[in-house]
């Protein structure tokens, strides 16, 4: 996806989290996120929004310690402001990163082309996930995530989070896991041994422990974890079950 993609994707799912947060009690619980009501679901994406705009407006060449980074987030509203606060922040990302020169330089922690393509990025699958467990909060699903989007996200995850060395994705016997996406060109196949997990993206024939194959907006979500296998009939699975409840228990995702 480009830039301008990401920027879009941002937007669209920025909004679309205020409008689930608009029509539900800040009390209700989050179920894809259990220690978390909604109010705790849009304080961490409001501050998970600033804290972006400002490494990336700042040109900041680190990352923020906890005092500059409370400091450029600034105190946390009440309830009663906090749904105009989240919209404030998540338009203020939104301006920073349209309005950023192709060539910034600041810090990020995931391999890609530029800072801006890996803010812009990162921000857009923070954002659409976070959507759905506003969606979730609210009792009611939200539209489904676009196709290239869901696609991208897959990406992400297993290529650069997973992949890293801070990544807790470990077996201590070698297995393989094919994720194949069924409406749009998405193979990935991952190698979890006691090492970071290795993964290439070619359609080997080579059988794998487990095969998930399905819409792309479905992996998505099953793998980010905000869906269960049993919530994702649409996704088949072929092999060893037990390759999904590791992936469940130990994919899980970190900051810098």
């Known amino acids: 996806m480009e830039i301008t993609a990401h920027i879009d994707a941002l937007r669209l799912e920025g909004t679309r989290l205020a409008e689930a947060a608009a029509r539900t009690d800040l009390a209700a619980p989050v179920p894809t996120c259990p220690e978390w009501q909604l109010g705790d679901l849009l304080r961490h ?4 929004h600033r804290w972006a705009t400002a490494t990336l407006s700042k040109g900041l060449p680190a990352p923020m310690d906890e005092a500059d980074a409370q400091a450029a987030v600034g105190p946390m509203p009440d309830d009663a402001a906090l749904l105009d606060w989240y919209r404030a922040g998540h ?3 939104v301006d920073a990163l349209t309005r950023a020169p192709a060539d910034t330089e600041c810090w990020s922690f995931l391999a890609a082309p530029s800072p801006l393509a890996f803010w812009a990025r990162r921000q857009a699958h ?3 996930v976070h959507r759905h467990d506003a969606d979730e ?5 939200g539209p489904a995530v676009d ?18 060395s801070r990544s807790t ?3 201590e016997r070698p297995r393989t896991l094919r994720i194949r ?15 970071p997990p290795a993964v290439t993206t070619d359609e080997s024939p080579e059988p794998a422990d487990l095969t998930l194959t399905g819409p792309a907006r479905v992996l998505y979500l099953l793998l980010w974890n905000r869906l269960t296998a049993e919530q994702a009939p649409e996704v088949e699975r072929a092999g060893d079950p037990d390759l999904l409840d590791l992936w469940r228990d130990a994919a899980t995702v970190r900051w810098s």
């Open 147 to 164: 196709t290239a989007l869901a696609l991208d996200g897959i990406d992400e995850l297993v290529r650069a989070f997973m992949s890293r």
């Open 169 to 171: 994705l470990r077996s």
């Open 137 to 141: 909060a609210a009792g009611l699903p």
């Open 126 to 128: 923070e954002t659409a």
């Open 181 to 195: 996406a069924t409406d749009g060109p998405g193979s990935w196949l991952v190698t979890i041994t006691q090492e």
């Open 91 to 93: 338009a203020a990302l």
């Open 45 to 48: 994406i409001g501050y998970v």
